[in-house]
């Protein structure tokens, strides 16, 4: 049996790992060719700029399986990123990336490493492979870009530009593609153009030539998400500037070479930080609300509100706050801890519950301020005092970590507690419409701000760039208009405007696949080997998710009339809009979900090529 995997990102090496697994087991002989440009793929390629940091801390990233895993696969165990970091990993740099090697001195389990060098830890991955194959199975990995793969009378015919292979089996990994500019975009592009001013669409910061900026000029950035905080270290600490502390200070040294940076987005603020890490690498709490019973009773149903799942899902946060509110702010012993726990729990999170423990009024959790903080700026202040206020704000709840510090703590907990979320998302608990509007356009966006931004440093950073001048922060509803220039402001506050020759969006690129620029996913899309996911509306429009639609079970490409495309699988990003979170890393001891679809894939693979 001939696998091609096109990509050779954490998907692909993993589903790499997990066909060698099975295929031992089983005794299957199989070639497997793994195609990319670049090994690891691009993202983590271990040549780019060593600022740019990965966003989980290194004990909590690994490629390997362990006794948590429950799809029933073998478990082939190994080091996580910091064990292989601090073992074999300085060895491997010396001889595959010298550049890297001051990176070993520094390694932090509870800190964040570069991107370049959680690539190397890949690179390393892929060469245990190679090491450790069976004769029978035969792994080569092939440095080029797939533009085309075609449906034969038996199975697939890869092609690159120079050369084409047969294939029974082909999974997409692609991770994150190019994509064609969206109108405003375009017309933001042309407007730049023809009045000879700077624009670049949304890209990977490492992909960007920062070099066409000017220096000590206005400087238009869009987005304020994970993006932003890499473009912001290229443009600040990449072109010679210095972060000191001063009695206990961040301040930034300028070089004199940065731009004078005015960025903002819709909600007008920055991703929260993740909180100081406290936890040990396998450590997740347990759900209260969101039980097993209580799920068991949905799946029995087989539909659940959203209403009531993100109710439950808000009281598993506030719990989490009020706990280490009394603990850590109130000093309450524990057995007072353990009985406000209880009466929460029994009262269904009843905000009588924190009155009962006499918890300030000024303390109670409030939803609308973690979904915009703009609610609580006071009208003497301005929108930067206000937002600087916050940073800080925000920075000293993270540096309180996240087992002990109340807010940082009750964050943590939308990235424990992703599971149940999955298992209600796989088995279609949700309404068409409760899908479309409550998950994907509501709690995704607010999800990815409270729980998946920067590492704490970039928002100490950050700061210390607003007071130096360097950076102002526009505040809600960043809106871009054109004149000779590029003008920016927010709605707001629309009597503050800024004027700039030059404008950046400090964002990735959809992954949308009707917004492809791949030459491979548009030639299957042109051959309708692969069609975008939609969810069908009730009363509206089908909803286009962004998804290459595939049978969610197998991930196996669907047709257009539904039908899957034997042979032809899809993992990872293109599928997020069908799956969630498909670009977060695996975790150890946690039986991790991309692990555990990797190993599901390849026992798929396996069982369709011995029923041939």
């Known amino acids: 049996m001939q696998i091609v995997i096109i990509g050779a990102g954490p998907r692909g090496l993993s589903l790499c790992e997990r066909l060698i697994a099975h295929g031992k087991k089983q005794q299957m002989a199989s070639s497997i060719l793994l195609i990319d440009p670049y090994l690891p793929g691009a993202v983590w390629r271990t040549g780019q700029n060593q600022d740019l940091l990965i966003n989980s801390v290194t004990s909590q990233v690994t490629l390997f399986t362990d006794d948590t895993l429950t799809s029933g696969g073998p478990v082939v165990k190994g080091p996580t990123l910091y064990e292989w970091a601090i073992t074999s990993g300085k060895a491997f740099a010396q001889q595959h990336a010298p550049w890297l090697l001051a990176s070993f001195d520094t390694i932090d389990p509870d800190g964040h490493c570069s991107r370049a060098l959680y690539g190397l830890y890949q690179q390393w991955f892929y060469h245990q492979l190679a090491k450790h194959c069976p004769s029978f199975i035969e792994l080569t990995y092939v440095q080029a870009e797939v533009?085309?793969?075609?449906?034969?009378?038996?199975?697939?015919?890869?092609?690159?530009?120079?050369?084409?292979?047969?294939?029974?089996?082909?999974?997409?990994?692609?991770?994150?593609?190019?994509?064609?500019?969206?109108?405003?975009?375009?017309?933001?592009?042309?407007?730049?153009?023809?009045?000879?001013?700077?624009?670049?669409?949304?890209?990977?910061?490492?992909?960007?030539?920062?070099?066409?900026?000017?220096?000590?000029?206005?400087?238009?950035?869009?987005?304020?998400?994970?993006?932003?905080?890499?473009?912001?270290?290229?443009?600040?600490?990449?072109?010679?500037?210095?972060?000191?502390?001063?009695?206990?200070?961040?301040?930034?040294?300028?070089?004199?070479?940065?731009?004078?940076?005015?960025?903002?987005?819709?909600?007008?603020?920055?991703?929260?930080?993740?909180?100081?890490?406290?936890?040990?690498?396998?450590?997740?709490?347990?759900?209260?609300?969101?039980?097993?019973?209580?799920?068991?009773?949905?799946?029995?149903?087989?539909?659940?509100?959203?209403?009531?799942?993100?109710?439950?899902?808000?009281?598993?946060?506030?719990l989490v706050y009020y706990q280490q509110y009394l603990s850590t702010v109130m000093h309450r012993a524990?057995?007072?801890?353990?009985?406000?726990?209880?009466?929460?729990?029994?009262?269904?999170?009843?905000?009588?519950?924190?009155?009962?423990?006499?918890?300030?009024?000024?303390?109670e959790w409030d939803w609308s301020f973690f979904k915009q903080p703009f609610t609580k700026k006071s009208s003497e202040q301005s929108p930067q005092d206000f937002l600087l206020d916050y940073l800080k704000w925000d920075l000293e709840e993270a540096s309180l970590g996240n087992l002990s510090g109340p807010v940082s703590s009750a964050l943590e907990v939308l990235k424990d507690l992703r599971e149940p979320l999955r298992v209600i998302l796989a088995n279609h608990l949700l309404s068409s419409q409760d899908l479309k509007e409550l998950f994907w356009q509501s709690f995704v966006p607010l999800n990815s701000f409270l729980s998946i931004g920067p590492p704490l440093q970039r928002t100490r950073e950050l700061i210390a760039l607003i007071e130096a001048g360097i950076v102002t922060l526009l505040g809600p509803e960043m809106t871009v208009e054109t004149s000779d220039v590029f003008v920016t402001y927010s709605k707001q506050f629309p009597e503050k405007r800024f004027r700039a020759t030059q404008m950046m969006e400090a964002r990735i690129?959809?992954?949308?696949?009707?917004?492809?620029?791949?030459?491979?996913i548009s030639n299957l899309l042109t051959q309708r080997l692969i069609h975008p996911h939609l969810l069908h509306m009730h009363d509206t429009a089908d909803?286009?998710?962004?998804?290459?639609?595939?049978?969610?079970?197998?991930?196996?490409?669907?047709?257009?009339?539904?039908?899957?495309?034997?042979?032809?699988?899809?993992?990872?990003?293109?599928?997020?809009?069908?799956?969630?979170?498909?670009?977060?890393?695996?975790?150890?001891?946690?039986?991790?979900?991309?692990?555990?679809?990797?190993?599901?894939?390849?026992?798929?693979?396996?069982?369709?090529?011995?029923?041939?």
């Open 147 to 318: 533009l085309s793969v075609t449906k034969e009378t038996a199975g697939y015919c890869v092609k690159t530009a120079d050369n084409a292979w047969p294939a029974d089996q082909v999974v997409l990994a692609t991770g994150h593609s190019a994509a064609r500019l969206s109108v405003l975009e375009a017309e933001l592009a042309a407007f730049a153009q023809q009045n000879q001013l700077f624009y670049t669409p949304p890209a990977n910061a490492a992909d960007v030539d920062f070099t066409k900026v000017a220096a000590q000029k206005p400087l238009i950035l869009r987005g304020l998400g994970l993006a932003f905080f890499d473009y912001v270290t290229l443009l600040t600490t990449g072109r010679g500037g210095q972060f000191l502390e001063v009695n206990g200070q961040y301040r930034y040294r300028p070089s004199g070479q940065e731009p004078l940076i005015i960025a903002g987005s819709h909600r007008g603020v920055p991703y929260h930080p993740r909180g100081k890490n406290q936890k040990r690498p396998t450590q997740q709490r347990q759900p209260h609300f969101l039980t097993e019973h209580r799920i068991a009773a949905w799946l029995n149903n087989k539909q659940a509100a959203a209403e009531i799942v993100f109710y439950y899902l808000a009281k598993e946060v506030e």
């Open 334 to 363: 524990s057995a007072e801890v353990h009985a406000f726990t209880d009466a929460f729990i029994q009262q269904d999170g009843q905000l009588s519950v924190v009155h009962d423990f006499a918890i300030p009024t000024t303390a």
């Open 509 to 520: 690129p959809t992954t949308a696949v009707e917004a492809t620029a791949n030459p491979l």
């Open 543 to 612: 909803f286009h998710t962004g998804a290459i639609a595939i049978d969610p079970l197998t991930n196996l490409c669907l047709d257009q009339q539904g039908r899957p495309q034997e042979g032809l699988y899809c993992f990872g990003i293109p599928t997020e809009g069908i799956h969630w979170l498909t670009a977060a890393t695996a975790q150890p001891g946690t039986d991790a979900w991309n692990l555990r679809q990797a190993d599901q894939m390849a026992a798929h693979i396996y069982m369709n090529d011995h029923l041939k």
